[in-house]
T-cell receptor, first 118, second 113 residues
Framework: DAGVIQSPRHEVTEMGQEVTLRCKPISGHDYLFWYRQTMMRGLELLIYFNNNVPIDDSGMPEDRFSAKMPNASFSTLKIQPSEPRDSAVYFC????????????????FGPGTRLTVL | GQQLNQSPQSMFIQEGEDVSMNCTSSSIFNTWLWYKQDPGEGPVLLIALYKAGELTSNGRLTAQFGITRKDSFLNISASIPSDVGIYFCAGRFRASNTGKLIFGQGTTLQVKP
């Protein structure tokens, strides 16, 4: 079974450039989450979607960050313009609501995109 | 903000030893999850807990949902070198009406063969 797919795995860019990270959730999953991981702050939730609709974007650091989910099998996280402090590993995760309560809490993570902004 | 306190921060043990780590919160949770992250990879779900007092095993791993609903522990028995990695607890506050999980800061485990 294919897990969560993220691309690219590594991205190196210069300050001021636009960066787009991509995610394909597990087929059939109806929740999609974007996280950022740094040594200083650990894993932080940026935004999550349910049935392609953004539910909570309170973790998005500022207007330079935006996320979209045009359909059930694709989401993007865009940073424009990028800054050195955006350097981190960005994870996408997905989950599914089943007949068992709270199972949508069981999030499955992709391999991450390591972003370096010079 | 809402936080989880995970301890210990790191452990260096001998192969074959048992390991125990835990997470505590000041608020009541209705879900506890334990993840493992290998270098260069995303976290992998190990165990999910949904009921106070629940004790669940996954091979050599055992996790419990504390009866106060404010803590959880993970035990690894007879550690082996491939247990090396970072272990994260994560939880969802009972009062939360969102799908947000709160993650602990992680326990880094190193196993000496």
């Amino acid at each position: 079974d294919a897990g969560v797919i993220q691309s690219p795995r590594h991205e190196v860019t210069e300050m001021g450039q636009e960066v787009t990270l991509r995610c394909k959730p597990i087929s059939g999953h109806d929740y999609l989450f974007w996280y950022r991981q740094t040594m200083m702050r650990g894993l932080e939730l940026l935004i999550y979607f349910n049935n392609n609709v953004p539910i909570d974007d309170s973790g998005m650091p500022e207007d330079r960050f935006s996320a979209k989910m045009p359909n059930a099998s694709f989401s993007t996280l865009k940073i424009q313009p990028s800054e050195p402090r955006d350097s981190a590993v960005y994870f996408c995760a997905s989950s599914i609501m089943t007949g068992r309560p709270l199972t949508y809490n069981e999030q499955f993570f992709g391999p991450g995109t390591r972003l370096t902004v010079l | 903000g809402q936080q989880l306190n995970q301890s210990p921060q790191s452990m260096f043990i001998q192969e074959g030893e048992d390991v125990s780590m835990n997470c505590t919160s000041s608020s009541i949770f209705n879900t506890w999850l334990w993840y493992k992250q290998d270098p260069g990879e995303g976290p992998v779900l190990l165990i999910a807990l949904y009921k106070a007092g629940e004790l669940t095993s996954n091979g050599r791993l055992t996790a419990q949902f504390g009866i106060t609903r404010k803590d959880s522990f993970l035990n690894i028995s007879a550690s082996i070198p491939s247990d090396v990695g970072i272990y994260f607890c994560a939880g969802r506050f009972r009062a939360s009406n969102t799908g947000k999980l709160i993650f602990g800061q992680g326990t880094t485990l190193q196993v000496k063969p």
